[in-house]
């Protein structure tokens, strides 16, 4: 959520900030139209409560004085009627102008790439080779089926479209890479693990953005909750209304969750394999800043998610997005996408993002700084990877001229000292 003390202060930056991410500015309109109605209100509602007060003691006095206060008093009934009816204005109009900020997104940082979509996207770096194949790559599909590690006509008997079955070696390379990712974060990167439940109340969703705007994204159970869409939703609520010790900061997390997203503004797109599906597992980080290292602490988050695909003798490649193409919560998001020799194109397997202090203001998480003063924290998070992208890249990257797929040094402690995938026999 951004400041409406900005909105009222710089109300043109802010018009073009929600231009440039291809948001209506005239959301910023209407929020300072209902704020003007609001101060208006307040400052003779607090002029009203200043009479009344003043009558109050007035009335004291004459009592005492054995005078005649009728009047006054009189007059101070037709003053508290006021009053409430001014109160409840106040709690409309606060309720109504809160409400539409829910819906304000954050402002891009200064440094992001102005542009419509994704086509302006800029190419910060890419890394590793991507391998020239004697006769064309197979897609994961076929070397999946090829392999019986992947079941998806099955999974379609059992759920409908856009699930994932896997079997026997699929799914223990699905759990080796998961456990890889969380001994790296955890041993290597200095994250403390959090295994969170899958289920989140609507306040933790409006916490990190996710509602109101994306309600019809998410699946909702019963009358309050949600199946989370990603970890950052009850990982970063972990300090919801709390205020933090500046010295603890930065705080790093690490959590393996499913994910579940309806994907309803996906409709016909990737519907061969399991590239965009409903339900997927991710390793997600998050982290807790101060506003002044917050954007180092985002370059240092997307360099341990690029630790992963290097490990994984994967090429990728990172994109700065512009502001087109950002998230409505971030202010600057750099996508991490590995290279699908089997669909030649590049997979986006992590997002890496700074929200500054949209999430926390939100979420009121708060610390201390070392003058005692109380701020809002930065929130940053990124997939530390995204599955079954990571694996999709990973089968068809490592695939051989015979069909079996080699396994990357790094994940073989994990399946048992295993070096391939052969076909079976």
């Given at each position: 959520m951004l400041d409406m003390e900005l909105i009222r202060r710089e109300p043109d930056r802010v018009r073009q900030g929600l231009r440039d991410k291809n948001h209506a500015v005239d959301l910023v309109d209407k929020l300072l139209e209902i704020d003007a109605r609001w101060r208006t209100n307040r400052i003779e509602l607090e002029a009203l409560q200043q009479e009344r007060n003043l009558a109050n003691d007035e009335i004291s006095k004459l009592k005492k004085a054995k005078q005649d206060a009728g009047p006054l008093i009189a007059k101070m009934k037709d003053v508290s009627t006021r009053i409430k009816q001014m109160e409840e204005q106040d709690a409309a109009l606060q309720a109504e102008r809160q409400g539409l900020m829910l819906y304000v997104p954050n402002l891009p940082h200064a440094s992001v790439p102005v542009g419509a979509d994704a086509a302006a996207n800029a190419v910060v770096r890419e890394w590793g080779e991507r391998r020239t194949f004697a006769k064309p790559a197979l897609a994961h599909w076929d070397l999946g089926e090829k392999l019986g590690i992947l079941d998806i006509q099955r999974s379609g008997k059992i759920a409908g479209s856009g699930f994932i079955l896997l079997r026997h070696h699929g799914a223990r390379l699905q759990r080796a890479l998961i456990n890889f990712m969380l001994d790296l974060h955890t041993r290597e990167?200095?994250?403390?693990?959090?295994?969170?439940?899958?289920?989140?109340?609507?306040?933790?969703?409006?916490?990190?953005?996710?509602?109101?705007?994306?309600?019809?994204?998410?699946?909702?159970?019963?009358?309050?909750?949600f199946l989370i869409p990603t970890a950052e939703v009850p990982i970063t609520n972990l300090h919801r209304e709390e205020i933090l010790a500046g010295a603890s900061l930065p705080i790093q997390y690490v959590a393996f969750s499913a994910c579940f997203r309806k994907e309803a503004g996906a409709a016909g797109r990737d519907t061969r394999g399991i590239i965009r599906v409903h339900q997927f597992d991710k390793v997600e980080l998050v982290?807790?800043?101060?506003?002044?290292?917050?954007?180092?602490?985002?370059?240092?988050?997307?360099?341990?998610?690029?630790?992963?695909?290097?490990?994984?003798?994967?090429?990728?490649?990172?994109?700065?997005?512009?502001?087109?193409?950002?998230?409505?919560?971030?202010?600057?998001?750099?996508?991490?996408?590995?290279?699908?020799?089997?669909?030649?194109?590049?997979?986006?397997?992590?997002?890496?993002?700074?929200?500054?202090?949209?999430?926390?203001?939100?979420?009121?998480?708060?610390?201390?700084?070392?003058?005692?003063k109380v701020r809002f924290v930065h929130t940053l998070n990124?997939?530390?990877?995204?599955?079954?992208?990571?694996?999709?890249?990973?089968?068809?990257?490592?695939?051989?001229?015979?069909?079996?797929?080699?396994?990357?040094?790094?994940?073989?402690?994990?399946?048992d000292g295993r070096e391939r995938i052969e076909l079976p026999k």
């Open positions: 990167h200095g994250y403390t693990e959090w295994l969170p439940p899958y289920l989140a109340l609507r306040s933790s969703m409006i916490g990190t953005g996710q509602l109101p705007k994306f309600e019809n994204d998410m699946y909702k159970v019963g009358d309050e909750h982290k807790f800043t101060a506003p002044e290292t917050s954007y180092a602490e985002l370059e240092s988050l997307l360099a341990n998610a690029e630790t992963v695909l290097q490990r994984l003798e994967i090429p990728y490649r990172v994109l700065e997005l512009c502001t087109g193409d950002m998230s409505f919560a971030s202010s600057l998001t750099y996508d991490i996408e590995a290279w699908s020799p089997g669909t030649e194109r590049w997979l986006e397997v992590s997002s890496c993002s700074n929200f500054e202090e949209f999430q926390a203001r939100r979420a009121m998480i708060r610390f201390r700084d070392d003058k005692g990124g997939s530390g990877l995204a599955l079954p992208r990571t694996m999709i890249c990973l089968l068809e990257n490592h695939q051989q001229e015979d069909g079996s797929v080699t396994i990357p040094m790094a994940l073989r402690p994990y399946m």
